[in-house]
C-alpha cells in the first residue's frame, strides 16, 4: 500500500511528465508506469488500472482546452474509439488471466516500449497531410491492437497510436485531441473491467490504487492543460526524440530485469 509521501511523489511527477507529453498527444502513462513500479512500488498486478485511473482523471485537462479550439469533434477520433475499446476491453482479461507474473509483464513492458522509443528517437514520420490516409477501418483495425496493449500495459492505447498515426501522415495538431479522447474512454472502460474482475475474483490485488491514483490524476489534470496549450510553441521534432530516448532506456532497463539479469 502506498502512503500520503508516494501520493504527493506521484502528483508531482505526473505534473511534470504531463506537461511534456501531452503536446504530442500522449498522456503520459507509458513513463509512469515504471514511476509506480520502481519508486512508489505499487503491487502487481493494480498497477495497471491505477495507471488507467490516472489516465481518466489526468486527460480532461487537455481534452478542456482542445474543446475550446473546437478540435474534439473529428473522423480520427471516431474511428480510434470504434477500434480502442474492445481493445482494452481484451487488454484487461488478458492482463489478469494470462500475463500476472511479474517477469512476465516486465518483459510486456520493454516489448511496449522497445518499438515505440525507435520510431519516437528515429523521427520518422511523413509530414505529408494531403496524403493522410482517410480514418476509416483501417486505422481503426490499428486503434484495436494498441487497445489491446494497452489494456495489458495500463496507457489506454494513445501512447502507441499518436507515433503510429504521425507516420501514417496525420498532423500532431489533429493527433493530439484525437488520441486523448481516445485514452481518455478506454481507460473508463479499462478501470471498470478491473473492477469488475476485481469482483469476480475477490482477492484484493486488482483494484486501482485508488488515493495514488487520484493524487497522480491531480497533477496531471493540471499539467495536461498546460501541455495543451503550450503545443504550438513546442517543437515537434525534439520533443519526440526526448521521449523516444527515454523510452527505449526504459525498455532495456525492464527487459534486463525481466530475464533476471538486472
Known amino acids: 500500500m502506498t502512503d500520503a509521501r508516494d501520493w504527493l511523489l506521484g502528483g508531482v511527477i505526473a505534473f511534470a511528465v504531463t506537461l511534456i507529453t501531452t503536446p504530442a498527444g500522449v498522456s503520459g502513462a507509458v513513463l509512469l508506469l515504471p514511476v509506480q513500479i520502481s519508486v512508489l512500488h505499487v503491487p502487481n498486478p493494480a498497477l495497471t488500472p491505477t495507471n488507467l485511473l ?40 488478458l492482463r489478469v488471466e494470462v500475463l500476472s507474473g511479474p517477469r512476465t509483464f516486465l518483459i510486456v513492458v520493454a516489448i511496449v516500449l522497445a518499438p515505440l522509443g525507435a520510431w519516437l528517437a528515429a523521427g520518422r514520420t511523413r509530414q505529408r497531410e494531403a496524403d493522410a490516409p482517410r480514418p476509416g477501418a483501417g486505422v481503426s483495425a490499428c486503434a484495436f491492437a494498441t487497445g489491446l496493449i494497452g489494456g495489458v500495459y495500463g496507457i489506454g492505447g ?105
Open 54 to 93: 490516472y489516465n481518466v482523471l489526468s486527460t480532461p485537462g487537455a481534452l478542456a482546452r482542445f474543446a475550446r479550439e473546437r478540435r474534439l469533434r473529428s473522423p480520427l477520433t471516431r474511428a480510434l474509439l470504434i477500434g480502442t475499446i474492445p481493445g482494452v476491453l481484451a487488454g484487461a482479461v
Open 158 to 262: 494513445g501512447s502507441l497510436l499518436a507515433p503510429l498515426l504521425a507516420y501514417l501522415g496525420f498532423s500532431l495538431y489533429a493527433i493530439a485531441p484525437a488520441a486523448l479522447s481516445s485514452t481518455f474512454v478506454t481507460s473508463v472502460v479499462g478501470v471498470l473491467a478491473y473492477q469488475a474482475l476485481e469482483l469476480a475474483q475477490g482477492d484484493g490485488t486488482i483494484a486501482p490504487e485508488w488515493l495514488l491514483g487520484i493524487s497522480m490524476g491531480v497533477g496531471g489534470i493540471c499539467g495536461s492543460y498546460l501541455g495543451a496549450r503550450l503545443q504550438p510553441r513546442i517543437p515537434e521534432a525534439a520533443l519526440r526524440r526526448l521521449l523516444g530516448l527515454i523510452c527505449l532506456g526504459l525498455a532495456v532497463r525492464y527487459a534486463l530485469q525481466g530475464l533476471g539479469v538486472g
